[in-house]
């Protein structure tokens, strides 16, 4: 066959394409409810009032429902209507999305569910297949928080830094793409957003020395659009046009070869979109290392850490930053759900952004021009005395920069408020925020060197021993946010408490560390209906309606960073459920029993004193953040060392320098540790293990 007649050849054989029949998942793409959703309706989300299309509900992220089915005068009739076992027992973060009656949600490790949102019934699942090492790779737990749902598509970013697009319909893959460099310490935890025909998704690692950037993807075919870096690089590198003035800014706040370490600055959760403004809010995380004087030893602000962006979803362009800690060390990330709401401020009617970020003040500002209109504490805070009105910038106590001391202050790197949504109610005008009181003991770490396994934060976490004996607690915190003050609060007896939903109804929805499920009334906090469903939530509840009847959904799975370095709080490892509750449901919710741990059996330990306290160091540096801090008790969601048996501890060193649990997500540590070292580690556990012992 000629050239010419190959090429005649194609032409037809195109043309004829054209015309042939869909093929079956086209159709059923085509057909899906969730082809509905596109940019229109996105923009109008209260137009479908009895779905949930967006992860914050709509694109202010105010988690507010206008339902009223249940309200403050019936929530006490609630039951569970129906619940799904999600078949793992990891941490369970994500909002669910539901669509004209089907629910899409995820799991632990990035698995994907449809579900029949009337009955529970599952329609499909896909999972990743996520190696489990990733698991020791992110930060705080093999979780996800969601997935976001555009044209027929629903979209995922996978633990091992995969965006990937599946039909609606039917679950079956349709392109994935790698955003990430897999060789280095990148995962995804966060859920996309869709702006514009775009997916927008960001990435965690700032523990392990990573770089932080938020990138765009085209909806349709999954091809990169832009990619905006959150701290600047090696200035040896080319910057793309639309990046070189804000790049240009950022390298001025910087000092020393902070690249060879990261940065930091991941984008690994807080997004929102203002249509009318065509502004996309970015916040961004801590850095990398945490100990500025590693990082940047010559101080500055270090932009743009711990920052909110106002970027142009078309090209990744930055308009304007707001920066709520210059200068981070302490973990204090902006990475905190952001909610846009034109609030009444000293009689003027003003377009505004609301965070509470990790650093324990409320930060209100002008979202079309990042101005600080106000900023208040709302828990308890010591590193700084407050925030000037005319700069924006925190009036820091300047004996809170450790290098030489330890400090112990307030709020520590778990937060005045985490990554557990918070939610706005425009009849109230409150803010429900999942606050706690967290204190921490901050030391430089003697000698850092760079790990290619374990954190890299420049921080002694041997120091958490000097941490105060109370245990952090937790309340459900109503805010007013034009006159910065609590309304009202609700106490807890530990931290770590869920993310908030509030309604139309007079409502405010909450999940609790300590295995509760609870209903309050949104003006006075007024407790209004509670169920023990035996398992610690952390996820934000959300509610749909369907066919008259209105049902509220929760993810209940405890996990997390407080779970995974000691904050068992004493409930069972349970199966990861979605429970679903609505007025007058008759299900059933099955309970489980707490089986306390029997007292382990001695181990015989030689080890000197000296060996032990090395040991002591080593475990928290390489190991507390996945197995438990001994100053909290130690276990969480993975397994407490303590309890290992003795064929564990007789394995030692080929478990943690030769990968022989790499299969179950305990990865080799031989790039970072030599026997001697695992010995001492050993050692320590045991000693750990007889003191349990000897206290029974």
Known sequence: ????????????????????????????????????IDDAALKKADARSGDWITHGRDYAETRFSPLKQINDANASELGLAWSFNTDTSRGLEATP????????????????????????????????????????RACCDAVNRGVAVYKGKVYVGTLDGRLVALHAETGQLIWEVVTVDQAKQYTITGAPRVVKGKV????????????????????????LAWRFFTVPGDPKEEVPAVMKPAMDKAAKTWTGEWWKLGGGGTVWDSLAYDPELDLLYVGTGNGSPWNQNVRS?????????????????????LVWHYQTTPGDMWDFTATQHMILADLTINGQRRKTLMQAPKNGFFYVLDRATGELISAEAYVSVTWAKGVDKKTGRPIESPEHRYKDKTVVMQPG???????????????????????????????????????????????????VKDMPAAIPTGHLLAWDPVAQKERWRV????????????????????????????????????????????????????????????????????????????GSIGLPATPGRLLT??????????????????????????????????????FAQYCAVCHGIAALGGGGVLPDLKYSSPATFNSFQKIVLDGALLGEGMPSFKQSLQAADVEAIRAFVISQRNGLTVKK
Not at 297 to 317: C, E, F, R, V
Not at 433 to 455: C, N, S
Request: hydrophobic share 40%; proline share 6%.
């Open 1 to 36: 066959m000629t050239r010419k007649v190959k090429l005649v050849f194609l032409l037809l054989l195109a043309a004829c394409a054209a015309f042939l029949p869909q093929s079956e998942a086209q159709k059923k793409t085509a057909d899906s409810p969730a082809q509905k």
């Open 97 to 136: 999305i539901i669509v004209d009656g089907v629910m899409y949600t995820t799991g632990s490790w990035s698995i994907v569910f449809a579900l029949d949102a009337r009955t529970g019934k599952q329609l499909w699942k896909w999972d990743p297949q996520v190696p489990h090492s990733y698991g020791a």
């Open 200 to 223: 927008i998704i960001g990435n965690g690692g700032g523990e392990y020395g990573m770089r932080g950037y938020v990138s765009a993807y085209d909806a349709a075919n999954g091809k």
């Open 297 to 317: 030893p010559g101080g500055g602000d270090n932009l743009y850490l711990s920052s909110i962006l106002a970027i142009k979803p078309d090209t990744g362009a």
């Open 413 to 463: 790197p778990l937060g005045g408020h985490n990554w557990q949504p918070m939610s706005f109610n425009p009849n109230t005008g409150l803010v429900y925020i999942p606050a706690q009181e967290t204190g921490f003991a901050y030391g430089q770490e003697r000698d850092f060197k760079y790990k290619d396994r374990g954190w890299n934060i420049g921080v002694d976490f041997a120091l």
């Open 491 to 566: 106490p807890y007896v530990v931290m770590w408490n869920g993310g908030t939903l509030t309604t139309a109804g007079n409502l405010v929805f909450q999940g609790t560390a300590d295995g509760r499920f609870v209903v309050y009334s949104a003006d006075k906090g007024a407790k209004l209906w509670q169920v023990n469903v035996g398992t610690g939530i952390i996820a934000s509840p959300v509610t749909y309606e369907i066919d008259g009847i209105q049902y509220v959904s929760v993810m209940a799975g405890w996990g997390g960073a407080f779970a995974l370095t000691g």
């Open 581 to 618: 509750f609505a007025l007058n449901g008759k299900g059933q919710l099955e309970m489980f029993a707490a089986k306390p741990p029997k007292p382990p059996e001695p181990i015989e330990l030689t080890a000197s004193a000296e060996m032990i306290a090395k040991g002591g160091d080593l």
